[in-house]
């Protein structure tokens, strides 16, 4: 199976900075990655999918590129909500898999 | 609008059996292949089982093979997950999500029913 990895896995950065989260897969998995939201104590949210479309009313400030192995998730302007593990995941190969999730913390 | 909400999750010993549903509303549940993906305590998300529209074709994660059966029942717009043969590393909240086809994407999601399997 694919295995997924995710850096950092903590970032810890302040209210209007930029995070840049990076998702690296073991082997290609062309454009067939996404990025999930899972907020304190919530359930996971569909962030992006086929590797730089956002979801149904994902704010604009989320955007996310990459192709192959190497993937990017960019938080253009962190805000106080946006505290949350970010996962990614591939599904260009059976099982699907995800990654071990980075931790985003408002200072 | 779309819902999910998974029940069945308890406390349940080492070798147990245990039922979770997931009752879907808000759209065309027969229209979509649904799955369950579980999250241990503090950990990231795996994913456990998917079953067709028609519930014709189930596939399971290696871990869960022959001690875990997914079905549906589409008139109910029920989604099932029967375990058995319970063992402490099943021990996750149970999630019960949904794709438009066999390889979509996870969207949107159940809030989860936890399962914890004692020793």
């Known amino acids: 199976e694919i295995v997924l990895t995710q850096s950092p896995a903590t970032l810890s950065l302040s209210p209007g900075d930029r995070a840049t989260l990076s998702c690296r897969t073991s082997q290609s998995v062309g454009s067939y990655l996404a990025w999930y939201q899972q907020k304190p104590g919530q359930t996971p949210r569909l962030l992006i999918y086929d590797a730089s479309n956002r979801a149904t009313g994902i704010p604009a400030r989320f955007s996310a590129s990459g192709a192959g192995t190497d993937f990017t998730l960019t938080i253009s302007s962190l805000e106080p909500e946006d505290t949350a593990l970010y996962y990614c995941?591939?599904?260009?190969?059976?099982?699907?898999?995800f990654g071990p999730g980075t931790k985003v913390e408002i200072k | 609008e779309v819902q999910l909400v998974e029940s069945g999750g308890g406390l349940v010993q080492s070798g147990g059996s245990l039922r979770l549903s997931c009752a879907a509303s808000?759209?065309?549940?027969?229209?979509?292949?649904m799955h369950w993906v579980r999250q241990a305590p503090g950990k990231g998300l795996v994913w456990v089982s998917r079953i067709n529209s028609d519930g014709s074709s189930p596939t399971y994660a290696d871990s869960v093979k022959g001690r875990f059966t997914i079905s549906r029942d589409n008139a109910k717009n029920t989604l099932y997950l029967q375990m058995n043969s319970l063992r402490a590393d099943d021990t996750a909240v149970y999630y019960c999500?949904?794709?438009?086809?066999?390889?979509?994407?996870?969207?949107?999601w159940g809030q989860g029913t936890l399962v914890t399997v004692s020793s």
């Open positions: 808000g759209f065309t549940f027969s229209s979509y292949w």
């Open positions: 999500t949904r794709t438009m086809n066999p390889g979509g994407w996870f969207d949107p």
């Open positions: 995941q591939q599904r260009n190969d059976w099982p699907p898999t």
